[in-house]
């Protein structure tokens, strides 16, 4: 089982990401999966999950509106469009599925 990110960058505040997880070593399709993001010195939170078949998410009240989190079931990929982000979003995201962690992708928001 294989989990891995991309797409991380440094953007100004207010600009745009999507990052990316690209699955392996599993049945993608019938598991939910979920976004991750640890701040330095902070604890891990979660910040989107969807559902098998994407027909269910949910959000972490601090993304609500700004972020959202889709998935290709024929391409065993998950995404988060990340919109208007912001300093706090800094953090490094993971992707999470099936009891096992991607290596992370630093997201940086900074003037």
């Known amino acids: 089982v294989q989990l891995v990110e991309s797409g991380g960058d440094s953007v100004q505040p207010g600009g745009s990401l999507r990052l990316s997880c690209a699955a392996s070593?599993?049945?993608?399709?019938?598991?939910?999966m979920s976004w991750y993001r640890q701040a330095p010195g902070k604890e891990r939170e979660l910040v989107a999950a969807?559902?098998?078949?994407?027909?269910?998410?949910n959000y972490a009240d601090s993304v609500k509106g700004r972020f959202t989190i889709s998935r290709d079931n024929a391409k065993n990929m998950v995404y988060l469009q990340m919109n208007s982000l912001k300093p706090e979003d800094t953090a490094v995201y993971y992707c999470?599925?099936?009891?096992?962690w991607g290596q992370g992708t630093q997201v940086t928001v900074s003037s």
């Open positions: 070593g599993f049945t993608f399709r019938i598991f939910g």
């Open positions: 999470f599925g099936v009891r096992v």
């Open positions: 969807i559902s098998s078949d994407g027909g269910s998410t």
